[in-house]
């Protein structure tokens, strides 16, 4: 599937991201973050950081706002790495907890612990 973010092409296919330049489509390199597949794009001259599950839903889903921190994807088999879109769905932030193993608990971005 191709698509265009902040007037740059992508390609995503078997899991990967590709981009295309005047030398043609090359790898786009992901990184991690708990799991969570993403990509550091430009916008506006500045490197962002998108999550794929999220760049993927809003794909299928355009009225879905990409940008929007509380517009929440859930991955329906809890499994992190499977960005298939019939795997995500649109959730809650109350619904999206509900997958945690262990409740009563939430994550301390400035720690980095739970």
Known sequence: MEFELH????????NY???????GWNFKEASYDHGY???RLKKDNKRKLYYAHRIIYSLYNPDWDLHNPKLFIDHIDGNTQNNNISNLRNVTNQENGFNRDVKGYCFHKETEKY
């Open 7 to 14: 007037g740059i092409t992508y390609r995503y296919l078997n």
């Open 17 to 23: 991201f590709y981009f295309r330049d005047a030398d």
């Open 37 to 39: 597949q993403r990509l």
